[in-house]
């Protein structure tokens, strides 16, 4: 599924976005997701990104976690990157991905 991000902060300090989405329905789901190394919270607020929702709770710093962000994972420049997966905004929240 893929959604639009609403709201992203850091939480403790520590590398996590906590990032409130809209998913297509009317309930907002929050993932932590570690991040914050590659991406400043405003940078994401109305992006459109891929998500799996279809995943049990998990607590992560006191706060469940309902979902986990796609993204891909390479090297750049002798380092880690990391870049989300992300959508044409012309797809509305909540469609399924095959």
Same mark, same amino acid.
């Given at each position: 599924? =893929?959604?639009?991000?609403?709201?992203? =902060?850091?939480?403790? +300090? &520590?590398?996590? +976005?906590? %990032?409130?989405?809209?998913?297509?329905?009317?309930? !907002? $789901?929050? &993932?932590? #997701?570690? %991040? =914050?190394?590659?991406?400043?919270? /405003?940078?994401?607020? *109305? !992006?459109?990104? %891929? @998500?799996?929702?279809?995943?049990?709770?998990? !607590?992560?710093?006191?706060?469940? #976690? /309902? *979902?986990?962000? %796609? #993204?891909?994972? =390479?090297?750049?420049? *002798? $380092?880690? +990157?990391?870049?989300?997966?992300?959508?044409?905004? $012309? &797809?509305?929240? *909540? @469609?399924?991905?095959?």
């Amino acid at each position: 599924m =893929h959604f639009n991000l609403i709201f992203t =902060h850091v939480v403790q +300090g &520590i590398f996590a +976005g906590l %990032i409130t989405l809209n998913d297509g329905t009317d309930r !907002k $789901r929050t &993932i932590l #997701s570690g %991040i =914050h190394e590659y991406y400043e919270p /405003e940078e994401l607020v *109305g !992006k459109t990104c %891929i @998500a799996i929702v279809n995943l049990p709770p998990r !607590k992560m710093m006191g706060i469940d #976690s /309902e *979902g986990m962000l %796609i #993204s891909a994972v =390479h090297e750049e420049d *002798g $380092r880690e +990157g990391l870049n989300l997966l992300m959508v044409d905004d $012309r &797809i509305p929240a *909540g @469609a399924k991905l095959y």
